[in-house]
């Protein structure tokens, strides 16, 4: 009788896949409780990554935890399905009271699917429905997922090129343009709209990131989001701010719209909407859009229980008195902007500009190269921060908003260290 060897192939694969699918991290993380992550082999991260901007109120947070243990233990519903649950409506009650009716937001809710790519679809569908037109415009630079409605409206080339056929019905336009010093009218846009010949056919809305996150955290003025939605409004297009990974209160404001003082026709929220890092997503839209039936938008995971429970306690937790949260998020963006100057100061020849809002930075420098290697150095010395922009050129801080400020201090310090030591 021969024995065969066991082939082993596989074990190494999965280690291989395991250590490779980790953003440039070249480890296997393991726990995580506020802003720290641990890895297996008990090494500490300080996270200034929170789980792309999924974990606004950290790790593991207490309250949450207790919160859904609670639930799990009196045997609360678990599924995901579309059903009528008592958890989904404390969370529809609580997001009417504590989100909704103090902003004077008339929005119906609707659960689009479990991730923000289901939410984008969902808001890019029934802008179409409405207005009975195909094109949608979108910006330079602009993310709003991975699945082919979400991507047609995406900025990313190499994103755009894993669809490996053309994206059809998106119609691009330049992002604000910080740097000409007036406020864009859009005049430009409506006489190509006009022009028969420029082949430019109305499209039925536009989509923007009040910050484009996965863009290299582009802020876009207040101004010229004003003057979006009044091109919005004058020309019949629907407005839908991508609110994924800007709201739930990244820039201050729960939502990041809210500062420009703009209400636009359809809003998208995913991420840190359930507050601990489960799935869940959230299409708001006006009540005068209400066109589908019953049944013309579902699936399997639109309703993530445990995700309602932890939503809702997010929501009692930080948004009973929102002031104080956004309060704090701006005092912790303060602290940030201090030692981005302090770099900045440092590094004169070095930095291109660092930029942000509430607690979401960008430092980008001449070298496109540079903002790898200060994550890479930054990585070793117990900091964990991505990149962003088309070509990863732009360093990306988004630490939870629970944050303290000693942490604060310790992550934009390693920051520092990381630039110095890769010049
Ligand atoms: C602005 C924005 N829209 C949409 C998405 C897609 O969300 P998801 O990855 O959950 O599908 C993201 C993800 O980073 C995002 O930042």
Same mark, same amino acid.
């Given at each position: 009788?021969?024995?065969?060897?066991?082939?082993?192939?596989?074990?190494?694969?999965?280690?291989?896949?395991?250590?490779?699918? $980790?953003?440039?991290?070249?480890?296997?993380?393991?726990?995580? @409780?506020?802003?720290?992550?641990?890895?297996?082999?008990? &090494?500490?991260?300080?996270?200034?990554?929170?789980?792309?901007?999924?974990?606004?109120?950290? &790790?593991?947070?207490?309250?949450?935890?207790?919160?859904?243990?609670?639930?799990?233990?009196?045997?609360?519903?678990? &599924?995901?399905?579309? %059903?009528?649950?008592?958890?989904?409506?404390?969370?529809?009650?609580?997001?009417?009271?504590?989100?909704?009716?103090?902003?004077?937001?008339?929005?119906?809710?609707?659960?689009?699917?479990?991730?923000?790519?289901?939410?984008?679809?969902?808001?890019?569908?029934?802008?179409?429905?409405?207005?009975?037109?195909?094109?949608?415009?979108?910006?330079?630079?602009?993310? &709003?997922?991975?699945?082919?409605?979400?991507?047609?409206?995406?900025?990313?080339?190499?994103?755009?090129?894993?669809?490996?056929?053309?994206?059809?019905?998106?119609?691009?336009?330049?992002?604000?343009?910080?740097?000409?010093?007036?406020?864009?009218?859009?005049?430009?846009?409506?006489?190509?709209?006009?022009?028969?010949?420029?082949?430019?056919?109305?499209?039925?809305?536009?989509?923007?990131?009040?910050?484009?996150? /996965?863009?290299?955290?582009?802020?876009?003025?207040?101004?010229?989001?004003?003057?979006?939605?009044? @091109? $919005?409004?004058?020309?019949?297009?629907?407005?839908?701010?991508?609110?994924?990974? %800007?709201? $739930?209160?990244?820039?201050?404001?729960?939502?990041?719209?809210?500062?420009?003082?703009?209400?636009?026709?359809?809003?998208?929220?995913?991420?840190?909407?359930?507050?601990?890092?489960?799935?869940?997503?959230?299409? @708001?839209?006006?009540?005068?859009?209400?066109?589908?039936?019953?049944?013309?938008?579902?699936?399997?995971?639109?309703?993530?229980?445990?995700?309602?429970?932890?939503?809702?306690?997010?929501?009692?937790?930080?948004?009973?008195?929102?002031?104080?949260?956004?309060?704090?998020?701006?005092?912790?963006?303060?602290?940030?902007?201090?030692?981005?100057?302090?770099?900045? /100061?440092?590094?004169?020849?070095?930095?291109?500009?660092?930029?942000?809002?509430?607690?979401?930075?960008?430092?980008?420098?001449?070298?496109?190269?540079?903002?790898?290697?200060?994550?890479?150095?930054?990585?070793?010395?117990?900091?964990?921060?991505?990149?962003?922009?088309?070509?990863?050129?732009?360093?990306?801080?988004?630490?939870?908003?629970?944050?303290?400020?000693?942490?604060?201090?310790?992550? %934009?310090?390693?920051?520092?260290?990381?630039?110095?030591?890769?010049?």
């Amino acid at each position: 009788m021969t024995i065969t060897q066991p082939d082993l192939s596989v074990f190494e694969t999965v280690e291989s896949e395991v250590r490779s699918y $980790c953003r440039g991290w070249p480890t296997v993380f393991d726990r995580a @409780l506020g802003s720290r992550m641990y890895d297996e082999d008990g &090494h500490e991260y300080l996270d200034f990554f929170a789980g792309a901007g999924s974990l606004n109120y950290g &790790h593991n947070n207490a309250v949450l935890k207790r919160a859904l243990i609670d639930y799990l233990e009196r045997d609360g519903v678990t &599924h995901g399905l579309d %059903m009528s649950t008592t958890a989904k409506r404390r969370f529809l009650e609580t997001f009417q009271n504590l989100v909704l009716r103090p902003r004077d937001l008339p929005y119906k809710v609707m659960f689009p699917g479990p991730t923000g790519t289901n939410a984008v679809e969902s808001a890019l569908k029934l802008a179409r429905k409405v207005k009975g037109r195909e094109s949608i415009v979108s910006f330079t630079n602009a993310f &709003h997922g991975m699945s082919l409605g979400s991507l047609a409206v995406t900025g990313n080339a190499f994103k755009r090129a894993g669809a490996g056929i053309p994206l059809v019905h998106g119609t691009p336009m330049p992002f604000d343009n910080y740097f000409d010093g007036t406020v864009e009218d859009f005049l430009w846009f409506e006489r190509l709209l006009e022009d028969q010949g420029s082949g430019l056919n109305k499209p039925a809305a536009v989509i923007v990131e009040t910050v484009q996150g /996965e863009g290299g955290i582009n802020v876009a003025r207040a101004e010229w989001l004003r003057a979006l939605s009044e @091109l $919005c409004r004058r020309q019949d297009m629907l407005l839908i701010v991508d609110d994924i990974q %800007m709201g $739930c209160g990244r820039t201050g404001a729960f939502f990041s719209f809210e500062e420009a003082g703009i209400t636009p026709d359809i809003v998208t929220v995913s991420k840190s909407i359930s507050g601990y890092g489960m799935p869940m997503a959230l299409t @708001l839209f006006k009540p005068e859009l209400d066109v589908w039936e019953p049944g013309e938008h579902n699936g399997t995971f639109r309703g993530n229980n445990p995700a309602f429970v932890t939503a809702t306690a997010t929501l009692e937790a930080y948004w009973a008195d929102g002031s104080a949260m956004e309060k704090q998020t701006r005092k912790r963006g303060e602290q940030v902007e201090q030692h981005m100057i302090a770099i900045t /100061e440092e590094n004169l020849a070095d930095v291109k500009e660092y930029r942000g809002r509430g607690l979401v930075w960008g430092l980008e420098f001449h070298d496109k190269a540079r903002a790898g290697k200060v994550a890479a150095r930054a990585f070793e010395l117990g900091l964990l921060i991505e990149t962003s922009g088309p070509e990863s050129e732009v360093v990306k801080l988004l630490p939870a908003l629970t944050i303290t400020t000693d942490e604060l201090d310790e992550g %934009m310090k390693t920051l520092a260290r990381a630039v110095r030591e890769t010049a």
